[in-house]
């Protein structure tokens, strides 16, 4: 699954590397907003960090019957992404939360489609210039089937 490495040594102390974490948002991030800007300029109307969905989805489009997540690659453990590369540093912790985190996701998805809802997961590296328009039209494509 992950190739494990040698702890070495943080560079930062550990008051620096909390004050770096606890700067990391988990709701509207900017990929996030990119997306959300797109489906309201497309005409989409949709609820954002449902509470009656497994996860929150980041955006649920009811009358599609849809939810979308969009994901951090490094956070939810994106497979071939050049954005998920394991810390050298504490590197058991993070094995470890990125697989319980990947654990949950999958649980959640299942939830969700087998409540009959259809579920997309767009990843933070697919919204990245080069492959923005891509990716929305992509999404907008499937939408449109309804």
Not at 41 to 67: A, E, M, Q, W
Not at 105 to 124: L, S
């Amino acid at each position: 699954m992950f190739s494990l490495v040698i702890d070495m040594p943080d560079k930062m102390t550990p008051q620096q590397r909390h004050d770096c974490m606890t700067h990391i948002r988990s709701k509207n991030t900017k990929p996030e907003i990119l997306v959300r800007h797109t489906l309201w300029t497309n005409g989409f109307r949709y609820r954002l960090h449902d509470k009656r969905f497994p996860g929150k989805p980041d955006i649920v489009l009811s009358r599609y019957k849809t939810v979308i997540f969009i994901n951090g690659c490094f956070w939810h453990g994106h497979t071939g992404c050049k954005d998920f590369v394991i810390p050298k540093t504490n590197t058991a912790f993070w094995i470890d939360k990125i697989t319980k985190n990947k654990e949950r996701d999958e649980k959640d998805i299942n939830e969700i489609r087998a409540a009959g809802w259809k579920v997309y997961i767009i990843w933070e590296c697919e919204l990245k210039k080069a492959t923005f328009d891509s990716t929305m039209k992509m999404l907008l494509n499937n939408l449109y089937k309804k």
